[in-house]
């Protein structure tokens, strides 16, 4: 029993020292049950719900009221045999692909483009996609992507809080990592409107964790 409670220690503080030990999910709002019930607005072959829909804007920062898109300069890679491309996105003004879908399945939320060029794509996480520091005291990694197929590493857990949405991973190496974006980067013009190329992953909730999701228009 020692041995084996060495064995975990160890195991525990070189997820911590690595940055890659969740932080936990935050506590869920009153309204969460009823928010989760609002988004089962159809069903699918293979899913057990999809909403309508939705825009994501973050509630923080001078992003506030922005819509999480896709960049016209986004890069079409591949992880494995998957095709994906990089540059999601905050843009300023909302077109097609700055609609989401959300998708309930047996294994967690699947969040999937509704328009634009990668219409029916799905965000994922790359496991490849390196750590960098944000401020003194968060982790953070530039680790989603859009996948043209379902992969392990696309569910997500979805959180109503008092402040808005949150977004978790639910697999992967950044499991229990959360969606953010990077308050003080920068954006440049591209189909009329101003873009930062600035959504990422944080290690633990952080202000800009929270978005605000209403219906498109």
């Excluded at 041995?3 to 936990?24: D, E, N, Y």
């Excluded at 719900?49 to 825009?55: A, D, G, Q, W, Y």
């Excluded at 920062?61 to 992880?79: C, L, N, Q």
């Excluded at 309930?104 to 483009?113: F, I, P, Q």
């Amino acid at each position: 029993m020692r041995r084996f409670t060495l064995i975990a220690l160890s195991a525990t503080t070189f997820a911590a020292l690595s940055g890659i030990a969740p932080a936990g999910s935050p506590p869920a709002a009153t309204g969460h049950d009823a928010f989760i019930e609002g988004l089962r607005e159809g069903k699918e072959p293979g899913t057990k719900s999809v909403s309508r829909i939705r825009t994501l804007s973050p509630v923080v920062s001078r992003f506030k009221g922005w819509f999480i898109d896709v960049t016209d300069r986004a890069k079409a890679s591949k992880v494995g045999d998957i095709e994906t491309a990089d540059g999601i996105s905050l843009a300023s003004k909302a077109l097609d692909s700055s609609g989401w879908q959300f998708v309930e399945t047996e294994n967690g939320y699947l969040v999937r483009a509704a328009g634009g060029k990668f219409r029916g794509w799905v965000i994922a996480r790359d496991d490849r996609a390196k750590t960098r520091p944000e401020g003194p005291h968060l982790t953070v990694t530039p680790a989603l992507r859009l996948a043209k197929r379902v992969t392990d590493n696309c569910h997500w857990k979805i959180i109503l809080t008092e402040r808005g949405l949150v977004l978790e991973a639910l697999s992967g190496k950044y499991k229990g990592w959360f969606w953010d974006f990077g308050g003080g980067d920068p954006s440049h013009q591209e189909s009329g409107r101003e873009v930062s190329i600035n959504v990422l992953l944080a290690e633990k909730v952080v202000a800009g964790s929270y978005f605000a999701v209403r219906p498109a228009k």
